[in-house]
């Protein structure tokens, strides 16, 4: 299969709109051009395979847990602390009034 048949293919399937005929095809087409061969990736200390996933998974776990402990402040939050200011505010003016003297 030549590269300009793929492009099409290709496309719809990053688009989220390829078929699984189009699917299939992309993934034998990829298989059978890199097949035998290895990704070399460089870093700054060397690891395996299996170190690479546990490092991955270790920060994936301490990034959810560090989403958990953040709590999003919600609409209703600041409601009930207008609400409480508001009826503090309307308490105190009234008890102002209702001693200020007359004359």
């Not at 299939?24 to 097949?35: A, C, F, R, S």
């Not at 402990?69 to 609400?83: G, H, I, Y």
């Amino acid at each position: 299969m030549s590269t300009n048949e793929l492009k099409r293919p290709a496309e719809k399937y990053f688009e989220g709109t390829a078929s699984e005929q189009e699917k299939q095809q992309l993934h034998q087409w990829y298989d059978t051009t890199n097949d035998g061969w290895v990704e070399v990736v460089n870093t700054s200390s060397p690891e395996d395979e299996e170190e690479i996933k546990q490092r991955i998974f270790k920060n994936l776990q301490k990034r959810i847990q560090q989403e958990k402990e953040m709590q999003p402040v919600r609409e209703a939050d600041f409601f009930k602390t207008d609400l409480i200011t508001s009826c503090f505010c309307c308490g105190y003016f009234t008890c102002g009034l209702l001693y200020l003297p007359i004359g």
